[in-house]
């Protein structure tokens, strides 16, 4: 499996975002990302999946496998949905390590904090917050494994 390293897939995603000249057509292109993300089982929505500090309803879950992870997400508000996605598809299938360590720029690159209500940049930041300490969680896992060999 090749995963484009983090900083390549920001890169694209900011190309992406200079197509468009006005943030009525960034909306809509992330609302698009979003109506693509891949459905979440019904059984993953449950209130411990649920990330706190979002004023839309947002559930996020993290596999681990082969020292990755991967994320699956869904949201109720379809802007919501769309930034999740673009999370997802930056951070998605790479290590704790390279996702703890992620800068992610491009959210200051293409504006978003700037363009997003208040609201919507503290849920922006919590789902970034929530996906890092799954990094965490699973790296101290890693390590837990190593320390007992």
Same mark, same amino acid.
């Given at each position: 499996?090749?995963? &484009?390293? *983090?900083?390549? *897939? %920001?890169?694209? #995603?900011?190309?992406?975002?200079?197509?468009?000249?006005?943030?009525?057509?960034?909306?809509?292109? *992330?609302?698009?990302?979003?109506?693509?993300?891949?459905?979440?089982?019904?059984?993953?929505?449950?209130? %411990?999946? &649920?990330? &706190?500090?979002?004023?839309?309803?947002?559930?996020?879950?993290?596999?681990? %496998?082969?020292?990755?992870?991967?994320?699956?997400?869904?949201?109720?508000?379809?802007?919501?949905?769309?930034? #999740?996605?673009?999370?997802?598809?930056?951070?998605?299938?790479?290590?704790?390590?390279?996702?703890? %360590?992620?800068?992610?720029?491009?959210?200051?690159? #293409?504006?978003?904090?700037?363009?997003?209500?208040?609201?919507?940049?503290?849920?922006?930041?919590?789902?970034?917050?929530?996906?890092?300490?799954?990094?965490?969680?699973?790296?101290? $896992?890693?390590?837990?494994? $190593?320390?007992? &060999?």
């Amino acid at each position: 499996m090749d995963i &484009k390293p *983090i900083n390549d *897939i %920001e890169k694209d #995603i900011i190309e992406d975002f200079g197509l468009f000249d006005s943030w009525e057509d960034k909306y809509e292109y *992330i609302i698009d990302m979003g109506k693509k993300l891949a459905v979440l089982e019904d059984e993953h929505k449950l209130d %411990e999946n &649920k990330i &706190k500090g979002c004023q839309s309803t947002v559930w996020l879950v993290a596999s681990y %496998e082969d020292g990755r992870i991967f994320f699956k997400a869904d949201s109720d508000a379809v802007i919501v949905k769309g930034l #999740i996605s673009m999370l997802i598809r930056v951070l998605s299938g790479h290590t704790p390590a390279e996702i703890i %360590e992620a800068r992610l720029d491009f959210i200051g690159e #293409i504006g978003m904090m700037t363009h997003l209500a208040q609201i919507r940049s503290n849920g922006l930041l919590s789902m970034i917050k929530q996906m890092k300490n799954y990094a965490i969680a699973f790296q101290a $896992i890693d390590n837990q494994q $190593i320390d007992h &060999k």
